[in-house]
């Protein structure tokens, strides 16, 4: 597989720039890639994502980095880069599988552990919920987190998600089966939250 270039990862430039306060969510590029590796390489992070490997390799965020270029020219997902507008400092991913059909998406994220615990993570998610509801014009936004993931459980109740239930051991890692919790967001929720101000 030959070098990732720019120009041939016209799929991530989908990406809409998204605006908050602290944060701005960005098409990711090649210059990320390296931070990406480094991040999802902290044992602390790829501990709890669902399925990604440790070590995580350079190729293996150039080949993630592939496939969300392709997910993305093809419309099923949606990936930003996290960053500090103001220093440039990249923070993390932000990401939305999407189905146009079912009008939902399904939203993924992870922060580089040395900028976790300053809300970056819940101002993105909840940037990104605007975006899916007032842009997209989605139905139902869902998450989910693995029964250990406790900082991410936190931010999906920061942003309003509503409890489903309990997917029953439908994660398998590092050999044992775990519980995998599920929450949504449907559209007239959203709007309630909207008019009660918290969106
Ligand atoms: C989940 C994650 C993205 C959160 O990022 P973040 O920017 O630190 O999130 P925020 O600062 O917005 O909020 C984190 C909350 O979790 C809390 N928290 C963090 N670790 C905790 C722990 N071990 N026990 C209890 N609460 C914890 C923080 O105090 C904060 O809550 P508060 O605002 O009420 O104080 C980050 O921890 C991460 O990347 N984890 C690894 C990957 C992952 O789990 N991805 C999600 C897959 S579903």
């Not at 270039?5 to 210059?31: E, N």
């Not at 990320?32 to 390799?57: F, G, K, W």
């Amino acid at each position: 597989m030959g070098a990732l270039v720019d120009s041939w990862l016209s799929g991530l430039k989908k990406a809409p720039f998204l605006h908050s306060s602290r944060l701005l969510l960005r098409p990711i590029c090649v210059g990320d890639v390296a931070h990406i590796q480094s991040s999802v390489n902290d044992e602390r992070v790829c501990n709890n994502l669902s399925y990604t490997p440790h070590p995580y390799t350079m190729e293996m965020a150039e080949n993630w980095t592939r496939n969300v270029n392709y997910g993305m020219a093809n419309d099923s997902c949606c990936y930003w880069a996290i960053c500090d507008p103001k220093t440039e400092t990249f923070i993390g991913t932000m990401g939305l599988s999407i189905s146009r059909e079912q009008e939902g998406c399904e939203m993924h994220y992870w922060i580089n552990a040395d900028h976790w615990n300053n809300g970056y993570c819940t101002e993105a998610a909840k940037r990104t919920v605007i975006h899916v509801f007032e842009d997209l014009k989605m139905h139902r936004l869902y998450i989910t987190h693995r029964a250990g993931g406790i900082a991410s459980k936190k931010v999906i109740a920061k942003c309003g998600f509503v409890f489903e239930g309990v997917i029953r051991e439908s994660l398998k890692r590092l050999g044992k089966f775990e519980d995998v919790i599920s929450y949504s967001i449907l559209q007239n929720e959203y709007l309630a939250m909207k008019k009660n101000g918290i969106y």
